[in-house]
């Protein structure tokens, strides 16, 4: 195999093992990532906030979005073409949702929004900040035109890497938080 056939084969190897591994986790490590992610964040007034709607056994940020939404806006994801960057959705607590693209629950009437702060979902990461999604490349676009932003990654100790494969356009996030910590990087930041 060339190169990229190779790393695109090895992605799709991790991302089995990272989904597997990500269904195994217990109810306490996932109460225990919220928390960390709550701490993290707790601080934040007056910003625009992307968090996600959980799918499958994605680590769950909605305790830390109800939490937030009293001093922020709160907005999620929403895949609007193949091959374009996310857009994001004005989201509150109870709001009616239709299911998108890839089976994501998205608002059906929230506002357009820019976010200044991403909580950005992951199948695996590394120390390194590398992140491994689902193969969308739809976060990679969206943070290369979202400079500036708070970018915090959430994830489960289990989804944790050596190394992620990386392709010239992956982003590395600056912030991790999995039920062990919050992990940062600051030359990412
Ligand atoms: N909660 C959440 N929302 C998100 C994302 C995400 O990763 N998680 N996305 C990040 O880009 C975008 C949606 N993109 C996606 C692209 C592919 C698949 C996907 O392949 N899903 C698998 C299995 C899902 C599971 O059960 O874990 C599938 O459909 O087979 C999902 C979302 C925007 N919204
Ligand atoms: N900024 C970009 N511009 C053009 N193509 C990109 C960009 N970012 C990623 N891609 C392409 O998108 C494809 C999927 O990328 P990748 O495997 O990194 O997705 P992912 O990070 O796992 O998915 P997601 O972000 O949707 O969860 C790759 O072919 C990659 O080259």
Redesign the pocket.
């Given at each position: 195999m060339g190169g990229e056939a190779s790393l695109t084969a090895l992605?799709a190897q991790s991302r089995l093992a990272c989904h597997a591994a990500r269904d195994g986790v217990g109810l306490k490590a996932r109460a225990a990532a919220a928390t960390r992610l709550y701490a993290r964040l707790m601080n934040l007034r007056g910003r625009t906030v992307a968090g996600y709607l959980p799918i499958g056994s994605e680590a769950d940020p909605r305790g830390t979005m109800r939490a937030l939404c009293r001093d922020n806006r709160i907005c999620v994801p929403v895949v609007t073409a193949k091959g374009a960057p996310l857009r994001f959705r004005e989201w509150a607590p109870g709001c009616a949702l239709e299911t998108g693209a890839f089976g994501v629950s998205i608002p059906v009437d929230g506002g357009w929004r820019v976010p200044d702060v991403l909580i950005v979902p992951m199948l695996g990461f590394d120390a390194g900040g590398g992140?491994?999604?689902?193969?969308?490349?739809?976060?990679?676009?969206t943070l290369?035109g979202l400079r500036g932003a708070l970018v915090v990654g959430l994830a489960l100790e289990a989804q944790r890497m050596d190394a992620v494969p990386q392709?010239r356009?992956?982003v590395r996030l600056p912030w991790i938080v999995t039920e062990a910590g919050v992990f940062g990087d600051e030359t990412l930041r």
């Open positions: 992605k992140r491994l999604g689902y193969g969308g490349g739809f976060y990679d676009r290369a392709e356009t992956d």
